[in-house]
């Protein structure tokens, strides 16, 4: 299991449906409504993204934010990328 360590230093088993969800608040920010399979597989493209950046079972929250913001982007979500850089 990937270990997710914050910003404060707290550390956080990695859950896949919260990249999810925080993909459809960004596309809800930005009013692209009925994507939750787009959101999906968006995440599963953001644990391929950053998994060179996964070291000793564990990976930066900011590495993880920097990677949803990447593969929206190379989606075509440049939009949501955008909220979702801004912190939704």
């Known amino acids: 299991m990937i270990q997710v360590i914050k910003a404060d230093g707290a550390v956080s088993d990695f ?3 919260k990249i999810s969800d925080a993909i459809m608040r960004a596309f809800m920010a930005v009013d692209i409504r009925d994507c939750d399979d787009t959101a999906d597989l968006l995440a599963l493209r953001v644990t391929a993204d950053f998994q060179e ?6 990976i930066l929250a900011e590495d993880i934010r920097y990677s ?4 929206l982007t190379q989606a075509g979500y440049a939009e949501a990328a955008r909220v979702y850089q801004e912190g939704i």
């Open 68 to 71: 949803v913001g990447r593969v």
């Open 15 to 17: 859950t896949l449906t």
């Open 53 to 58: 950046r996964v070291s000793d079972g564990g």
